[in-house]
């Protein structure tokens, strides 16, 4: 393969087989074009190249992850794709982890962040409308979500230092997922790169390519 197949790759694909990285941001659109986040095209383009590499060898896969955030539900579904690798998958933040990039960003195996990226959580918004019942139903479903969206986070922000020094060595997921709760409800919680790692939310902050594992 030339240097010009390998940047047709990473340019037009987001992927490239024999390096075994994946990016993982928004599709490029007009000068005008709002960002869209986290949405179908996005996942179902990842997913293919996941399935790709994961279809050719076992071997560790390194995905760059730069977005906005987006919808949950295309954001799930990468989620679910990394978790259901049999691949080790080591990915790497850049600019911004917020919203739903943060979610996506609990499901690999080494979570590295830049240092002058930041983190940022929340509950969400919603937009239901229609009949009555209907939208009772989806808020029903949303706070399912936000639950959902505590357990990612606690699961990984148990380990965090943080958490470790609060409850003397003895976090337990509940616990951690009732602090998260709380924060959470005074609105989008903004931290940097170094308080992310402290939190949990990320394993290392890195600067250099030599120190991916």
Same mark, same amino acid.
């Given at each position: 393969? %030339?240097? $010009? ?7 037009? &694909? ?10 993982? #941001? *928004? #599709? @490029?659109? =007009?000068?005008?074009?709002?960002? !869209? ?7 179902? %383009?990842?997913? /293919? ?8 060898? =076992?071997?560790?896969?390194?995905? #760059? ?22 691949? &080790?998958? %080591? ?23 830049? !240092? *002058? %990226?930041?983190?940022? =959580? ?8 229609? +009949? &009555?019942?209907?939208?009772? *139903?989806?808020? $029903? ?13 606690? /699961? $990984?922000?148990?380990?965090?230092? @943080? ?7 003895? !976090?337990?997921?509940?616990?951690? /997922?009732?602090?998260?709760?709380? /924060? ?13 790692? +402290? @939190? ?14």
């Amino acid at each position: 393969m %030339t240097e $010009k197949d390998i940047l047709y790759d990473y340019h037009n &694909y987001g992927c490239n087989l024999g390096s075994r990285e994946i990016f993982l #941001h *928004n #599709h @490029y659109g =007009s000068n005008d074009e709002e960002n !869209p986040g986290v949405e179908y095209k996005m996942s179902n %383009t990842f997913i /293919k190249n996941l399935r790709a590499l994961d279809a050719k060898s =076992s071997d560790q896969v390194t995905i #760059h992850l730069q977005s906005v955030g987006g919808e949950w539900s295309d954001g799930m579904a990468i989620f679910d794709a990394v978790t259901m690798s049999r691949c &080790y998958v %080591t990915m790497i933040a850049y600019g911004q982890v917020e919203s739903m990039s943060s979610i996506i960003f609990q499901s690999a195996d080494t979570r590295y962040i830049t !240092p *002058n %990226t930041y983190f940022m =959580s929340h509950f969400g918004s919603t937009e239901a409308g229609g +009949h &009555y019942l209907n939208v009772q *139903n989806w808020v $029903k479903y949303e706070k399912y979500i936000c639950d959902v969206m505590l357990e990612v986070y606690a /699961k $990984k922000c148990v380990k965090g230092k @943080y958490f470790q020094d609060r409850y003397e060595g003895k !976090p337990t997921i509940g616990k951690v /997922k009732n602090f998260l709760n709380t /924060k959470l409800k005074s609105g989008d919680w903004y931290i940097n790169a170094e308080e992310a790692v +402290h @939190y949990g939310f990320a394993d290392e902050i890195i600067d250099s390519w030599e120190k991916i594992k």
